[in-house]
């Protein structure tokens, strides 16, 4: 727009011939010439430079890319970050001079020229993620919209979440406990709640490499969640993680033993890697099997589903590739009648991305939450947001333009990992 407030008032004040009610008029449209954006239009938009910051120990890594219209978009990446400053910034210097608008094109830029660079999973995908994240804040701040309505739109205005109680099992936690973790949760709205089941001390293990859980460790899991689901009675979604350290046969028997329990998932039983074995689990218990947090792309997902190998597929939005990618994994599993249950475990930012995916989507079942958002007051320092995080156990979909959440480099500042460069 080349009009401005001082052209408006510059003609105004040169006319000698204002009536009144002209005068009210022009004030009207001097409103809305100040309202209306005065960027270059869309099409001008281009890609000046890529920052980013780590907190959690190189864990979280959170990207910002600026552009030429003082636009600056922002996105979070997970777990496979730590040491990878240098390929955020190779990954910059990539998309320096085009434009933002064209997400799915720069995505595929990057990933093509890493196929002989580890492109396939990983280190290079997560940081791809928080990069095509930004891209689709970016965008959607630059044509006034969120980005679930440059997903195609929305099947729904608030996304349900489970509560991660993170009752970790390192400090040797009893059934007594389990239940009072449950009742927290439920108490503060929520109405699923997950636990994790694998505990690396248990002075009951084989030996210290051993995958089979011994009868008692798995007497133990089985006393833990019953005393879950006997607090929280029948009609609250509860689930377990075993974050892939054990073995089939032991995954097999703790799926079967939990079978009364009316679990809404059992998640990671085994590794990641052998989809038959997945298979073979799902397949002999009515205990629905979760999987996908450590698989990355569609590609990670395809076997999965093909096969029958999972009941419900649960990818990390910011690891598995990014939103565009999250949304074609969903579709996918849509194809097989899979719910879509993504994992997350990264800041608000990260969350309020994965609710834009989530919305976009039919076969939504539901969302991580982390008891970590509030507990520690770092999670509320890190980022700028509006309104509660949650009401009743669901996240309200952002309607600002781009994600709705963004980086809040001061309050990140004292967290960032020493050592590596800093938004710089």
């Known amino acids: 727009m080349k009009n401005s407030r001082r052209d408006f008032l510059t003609k105004a004040a040169a006319s000698t011939a204002l009536t009144l009610p002209f005068i009210n008029y022009g004030k009207e449209y001097e409103t809305a010439i100040n309202k209306t954006p005065k960027l270059s239009s869309p099409s001008k938009l281009k890609i000046t430079d890529t920052k980013c910051g780590y907190i959690r120990g190189g864990k979280g890594l959170f990207v910002k890319i600026y552009s030429n219209q003082d636009i600056v978009g922002h996105g979070e990446g997970v777990d496979a970050t730590p040491g990878t400053y240098h390929l955020v910034k190779r990954f910059g210097e990539r998309l320096r001079g085009k434009s933002p608008l064209n ?45 679930y309505q440059l997903l195609g739109g929305k099947f729904r205005d608030k996304i349900r979440v489970y509560m991660d109680t993170a009752l970790y099992q390192s400090k040797l936690p009893q059934p007594k406990d389990f239940a009072a973790a449950a009742r927290e949760a439920v108490d503060m709205g929520y109405n699923a709640v997950k636990f994790d089941l694998d505990q690396a001390n248990d002075p009951n293990k084989y030996d210290k490499y051993n995958w089979t859980a011994s009868p008692a460790e798995i007497e133990r899991m089985y006393n833990q969640m019953a005393a879950a689901r006997e607090e929280v009675g029948p009609n609250i979604d509860i689930c377990a993680d075993m974050h892939g350290r054990y073995d089939a046969i032991t995954g097999e028997k703790v799926a079967k033993i939990l079978e009364p329990l009316n679990m809404m998932w059992l998640e990671e039983p085994i590794p990641a890697e052998n989809t038959d074995a997945y298979r073979k689990i799902t397949e002999s218990t009515s205990t629905p099997i979760c999987a996908g947090e450590n698989h990355y792309l569609a590609h990670g997902f395809r076997p999965l589903l093909e096969t029958g190998a999972v009941d419900i597929i649960m990818p990390d939005l910011q690891k598995a590739g990014g939103l565009g990618e999250g949304q074609r994994i969903a579709n996918l599993s849509n194809l097989y009648y899979v719910p879509f249950a993504p994992h997350m475990v990264a800041s608000f930012l990260g969350a309020m991305a994965a609710c834009h995916v989530c919305a976009s989507v039919p076969n939504f079942m539901i969302l991580e939450w982390q008891i970590y958002f509030h507990k520690n007051p770092m999670f509320k320092e890190i980022v700028h947001f509006d309104g509660p995080m949650t009401e009743n156990g669901f996240i309200p979909l952002s309607e600002k333009p781009g994600i709705g959440v963004e980086i809040n480099e001061e309050g990140m500042r004292k967290y960032a990992v020493k050592g590596v460069p800093f938004f710089k």
């Open 103 to 147: 997400i799915h094109r720069l995505f595929e830029d990057i990933r093509r020229a890493g196929f002989f660079q580890g492109a396939q999973s990983g280190m290079y995908i997560a940081v791809l993620t928080a990069v095509e994240t930004a891209l689709w804040d970016l965008a959607g701040k630059s044509l006034g919209l969120p980005v």
